[in-house]
């Protein structure tokens, strides 16, 4: 292998047209065209074409048959099985609504902002006005291979490439008719089952016919899974686990229930909360383990109604051509048209509201309680219930994504010089849409006010047929992403010569534009100045939401030298500089919420960028290689241009005003209202790009022809990270951010509340550090070939520094932010490839534990296990985490060239998550956390494979 490496240096080198850094692994072998020769391909990591070699940058790449090793069957599963993904946003996240239907990549825990996702090596609109990508529009079966660049890379691809580049390469000069189809079922249950399709047909052949199109179908589907099918998230928010010896029990219950709890004031008199139901009967009418009594109060277990996974579809066409403009012109062009809906299913509506004391329910089932509790009902002043409105269902969102995405080029020779011309035209339009669950306000206080619908007593078909009318079914928001960019890329192959072989040069320039809009429904929007005379909003979901309209032009260029300096040591460097106008906001608001003309905002951005890398081989069997390179991100759209607007609930917490006017608006242990916008400002005040620097440095030794050890050591650094600051931080040091708290009318509510603004700073810094390895051992046995492969991520360091916060570390612990950096991630397969129709292949999978989430006694969320089986007092709980680890198994029998089935079991051991006392992030599921582990459980898959 290393003698072919070698060879290499003396090939002449092409611009290739935006993939990303040197190769990494062994796995990627060279490809050969029918004479023979070696053919020069585009290699992730640079922008150079040339025979697959080891480089100065680490890329891991996953072939065909490795892709179908993990038994994924999207690919976001097939993301999240890499050692070096971490933070990704996962289907699960959809459950709470925050997820929006989205599933992004993230290198090394560092976010999806960070990571840039290609297709065939160009660009995709991202989901919003941001710049992570929906993988979810991806169909996995129109995928050959996949290239991830575990370093930064934004002095080649652009200013959002810092952590890393995860590049989809996908089927190409196809000549003949596959169909694929795949069938997983969990062994618990059908409820999670997949099922996939796809059909690809290839016309002609580009070498022999001057031509080859290929066109592919893919139809994907996944059935939900409920909370209440699996045993360790049924029991929802009183779930019981033992801690150094004792019984403790996780209390996460919500005070919006149903029947609804009360809360009225009386004249110079502390307020009293209660039940009417329980007050008159003596219990809960709902029993366990949906509502549980505590005091006068009957408190909702709303995580054991939730879904663990959503129900997820996706249809798809994609497309791909090739024709021959003469012996060294080509034209090209790619399709893709794929239609994704995630329909997620959580909580019912939980929500307080104000009562109206002249309602029919108010005299019915109030006052008497008011009687019963002795509270004269004539001194009341004022009264607000906290409901869960299960009358109308659980909330089920169903979010569909429709992306277009459109290529088309043309590249050649020309007097020696390779070039490649191509536009890209790619978006995406996103549609929110009210299933179940959610109800109209003004409806909803109709049927109150009449008598129809009473909030006050059990539910059952009758009050759940008063309630029907006010249940919405209708869009709630549609958005539209999209981006242009035209690129012209040239390169030059022998530029000069130097002691090792020819020099190369890359060099190309990109113009882009990226377009927002939002378009939320009326009653999304809620009473706002531009609907002066509106006055419903949406009952479970959020109000406030203000349309925007914005893009923003940018441009790159940058230069790329391959330098063989010695037979042993090759040097490549590039630069790279790109320049973002100020973003353009046709729909702008004041602070208030008033429409005001047209601007732009925030700042213009420009900056240069560098990567320079090392590549020295010894001996023939060792590899050293090292880079270090800066980065550049412009703030995205969203975070300059976003209106000010309601940004749902906080997590639970204990009131953060202790005087002042802000006190009478504390509600106790509750959710807060949050308030989001953009950074519009310009000059200092205004948001800055982030930067940062990156270095990695690695070696390759392979001592025999069958054993290759791969370990790469990687640091990271950014500064002036475009961030809010953290509700953690925010709610439990008021002394220091009291200035974010004021009154918000909720329209909603009707009535003002408490709300925290967690506006845009560039406020934070970070350094992320880790070691990764990919090892690979292959053996002849007289039972057959048997191959070893292990790869693995271990992070030394993944810390933030915010101003007032300090610096925190995620490795191994729940932070504030919520989410989790394991230490260790590693995954090591063997495969044994029996005979010429048989291979097997058993992957185990491996996720260090971690400190879990910390409770506290004052928000009574752990409390101790009395002997009889009852609830003690509340108390500080700190725990760990237990690891998770799960063995896979699959046979695949391949009958001939043209017929394969494969069989296989993940999850072999039927291994349950582990669990985690965590009440915050990730989404409504509680005891176990959906964005580590996978709650399907042991799953049994078929995969067929034709080929006519």
Known sequence: MFKEKVMARSVRVLFAGGLVAGLSGPALGQEATRDGNMQRVEITGSSIKRINVEGALPVQTLSKQQIEQTGATTVADLVGTLPSMQGMVTSSASINGGGGGVQTASVHAIGSD????????????????????????????????????????????????????????????QQDLQAEATYNTPTASSKGRTANVSVSKGFGDLDTDGYNVLVAFNHDGQRELDAADRSFSAPGGVHQFTNNGKLYSLYQTSANSIPANVRVTQAGKDSVSFNPAYVLSGKCPVPAPYTFNTGNTCRFNYAATVEDLPKLERNGVFSSGSVKLGESHNFFYEGLYSKFTSTARYAAPAQPLTVDRNSLPYKTSVVPALVKLGIDPAQVTGATMSLRLVDAGGRMDAWETLAKHGVVGVEGVVSGWDYKLSYTNSENVSTERAIAGYTSSDKLDALIKAGTYNPFVAPDSTTRAALAPAVLHQDITESLSKIQVASARLGCPDLFQLAGGNAGLGAGIDFMQQEYAANPSPIQQGPNKLQPNWTDTVIGGGAGALPFDTKRNSWGSFVELALPVTKTLDISTSVRYDSYGAAKNSKNYDTEGNPIAPATQGNKASSATYKLGAAWRP??????????????????????????TNGGSSNFYACPVKSGPLLPLCTGPAEYSLLVGGNPLSGPDGLRPEKSKQFTAGIRLEPMSNLSLGVDFWDIKLKDQIQSLPQDLVFTKPESYGGLFQSYYDPIQKANVLAAFLPNFNIASSHYRGIDWDHTYSTNTRFGKVNLNWTGTYMLKAQQDVPGAGVESSVGRFDSYNEVTFRLIQRLTATWKQNANFTHALTFSYRSGYHDQALSADLGNARLVNADGTLGAAVDSVRDVKSYSTFDWQTKYKWNANLSVTLGIKNLLNQDPPFTQRIDGGGNQLGYDGRYADPLGRQIYVVSNVKF
Do not use: Q
């Not at 840039?116 to 996995?140: C, K």
């Not at 290689?625 to 300059?640: C, E, H, M, N």
């Open 114 to 173: 960070y990571t840039l996702v290609l297709l065939n090596g160009r660009r995709v609109a991202p989901f919003g006005a941001g710049s992570a990508v929906n993988l979810a529009s991806i169909p996995l079966s129109a995928v050959e291979r996949v290239e991830i660049l575990t370093d930064g890379a934004s002095a080649l691809y652009g200013s959002d490439a810092i952590a890393g580049v995860v590049n989809f390469i996908l089927k190409k000069n």
């Open 619 to 644: 001996i023939e069997s060792l590899l050293v290689r090292a880079s270090y390179g800066t980065g550049f991100k412009a703030p995205t759209l969203d975070a300059i241009t976003t209106p000010v």
